[in-house]
């Protein structure tokens, strides 16, 4: 093969590694916002992206012209000659992989017709704005994609794959007396268009409206500190912010993680266990192989309190001394893979919700999450709630909004002392250095005993 003999004479020119990501992309993308057809178009991307490592130094190319690979591989070559590393990389071992891999759904995307899809999106945005008259500005969006990869390296390795991709999201803008609330969900994964009928999208763009409507008569929340129960939403994504981020070994490698040098610590209750699984079919954080090869597959983070692994690209297992986790993923073979986060699981408990609100006299119960910020170094967060309700001697009332939730990641995790048997999750997009890559957060209903709470207008 010509592209293998060109990859080898780099290698006979001094590099110590190459690898070249060949990834071609047709995508639709269809969105309704405030009853108007704002976009509804078929896209086309193709390219490479070729690394090559040499004396300890990566050399990075990236082309939209695939038939000028050999001129990459000799470009990315004399970058990795121009850059002299401050220490030498070094990568952990992986098995090299031939495997040719098609993701098997029910209902291909590609074969349902963009008027089909414009329909289903129209029938949805009806669902949001039908429900109330203070319903002022709602969008719908819809993208669906297949995605062609081809992998290659000096070690090998040869994975092609086949990969659907499908998810619609939902936003909801209610308004009464100057007030505004908004509200929003999203389904989404790598399957099939069978995702769109196993998910109704009618039902989850009515409640979504509802939810901004209740937002609209509940009362700001108490300040102070209180116990509070996150819902599997809320308690997925401070997982993934709070914990996951600092998790990701390039942040440890560089000093900016809180989790550095405790492998093998007790960081959080004996209750919690967290995991990372890009593994699992159906998923939106799923992937066959990681972007430098490596087969998925379940990362625990933390076992019965115990900070077990971090995540690893090649490189920073390298330089840690410890086993590769699957966890380099780039966003599009324009970018190098980086440590990344894919299905963060958050082990369930074995208490009903009631079990687990009736000794709180006076509490909260969060559910979902609007935004926030974390420190990864200092090991600070602030997140702001979705939806919030307080609890009364054990009992939910009324509706508050606003909520904002503020500590530090090892001592909340410390304070969980009651999980729920049932679990929710979301799906999103998390950045992190210029990239964005498709994630989802799961986990059961979790009582923290004492939480720092507040009103958040912003």
């Not at 990859?7 to 070249?20: E, F, K, P, S, T």
């Not at 960081?267 to 090869?293: K, L, N």
């Not at 993923?329 to 958050?346: G, L, T, Y």
């Not at 969060?366 to 910020?373: D, E, L, P, T």
């Amino acid at each position: 093969m010509e592209l293998e003999r060109q990859m080898m004479r780099a290698i006979d020119d001094g590099a110590d590694y190459l690898d070249i990501r060949y990834e071609k992309e047709q995508s639709t993308v269809i969105e309704i916002r405030d009853d108007v057809l704002r976009e509804a178009k078929v896209g086309f991307e193709l390219g490479a992206g070729i690394r090559v490592l040499l004396d300890g130094s990566w050399g990075f190319y990236a082309t939209s012209d695939p038939s000028r690979l050999e001129d990459g591989i000799t470009k990315a070559l004399k970058l990795a000659k121009a850059h002299k590393a401050d220490k030498n990389i070094k990568l952990a071992p992986s098995d090299s992989t031939n495997e040719e891999f098609k993701l098997k759904v029910r209902e291909p995307p590609e074969d349902v017709g963009i008027d089909r899809k414009i329909s289903l999106v129209r029938e949805a945005y009806k669902k949001l704005v039908d429900v109330d008259e203070r319903i002022k500005s709602a969008s719908v969006y819809y993208t669906d994609s297949i995605i062609e990869k081809l992998f290659l390296n000096s070690e090998g390795s040869e994975i092609r794959l086949h990969l659907p991709y499908i998810s619609i999201g939902f936003r909801a803008v209610a308004s009464e007396g100057g007030e505004l609330q908004e509200a929003h969900d999203r389904v989404g994964a790598f399957t099939g268009f069978e995702l769109i009928k196993e998910n109704d999208p009618g039902e989850i763009a009515a409640s979504v409206s509802r939810r901004a409507l209740r937002l609209l008569d509940a009362k700001n929340p108490p300040s102070g500190k209180f116990p509070v129960v996150m819902n599997g939403k809320l308690l997925g994504v401070f997982a993934h912010e709070a914990l996951g981020h600092a998790a990701e070994a390039d942040l440890v490698v560089s000093g900016e993680s809180i989790l550095a040098d405790k492998i093998g610590s007790r960081i959080a209750s004996e209750i919690i266990t967290i995991a990372d699984d890009p593994s699992i079919p159906q998923t939106h954080g799923y992937y066959p192989f990681d972007d430098e090869g490596v087969r998925s597959r379940r990362t625990l983070i933390i076992e019965n309190g115990t900070l077990r692994s971090y995540l690893h690209t090649r490189s920073s297992a390298g330089e840690l001394g410890m086993e590769v986790t699957a966890n380099a993923r780039a966003e599009d073979n324009s970018h190098i893979p980086i440590a990344r986060m894919s299905n963060i699981i958050i082990e369930r408990g074995d208490q009903s919700f009631d079990e687990i609100i009736e000794d709180i006299k006076m509490g909260i119960y969060a559910k979902g999450m609007r935004g926030g910020q974390v420190d990864t170094v200092g090991g600070n967060f602030q997140f702001t709630a979705e939806e919030a309700f307080m609890i009364e001697n054990g009992e939910v009332k009324g509706s508050i909004r606003n909520l904002s939730l503020a500590g530090r990641t090892l001592e909340v995790l410390e304070k969980i002392d009651a999980l729920g048997k049932d679990v929710t999750g979301s799906i999103g997009f998390c950045g992190k250095n210029g990239q964005t890559v498709p994630v989802s957060e799961s986990g059961p209903d979790a009582r923290i005993s004492e939480i720092l709470v507040g009103g958040n207008d912003a």
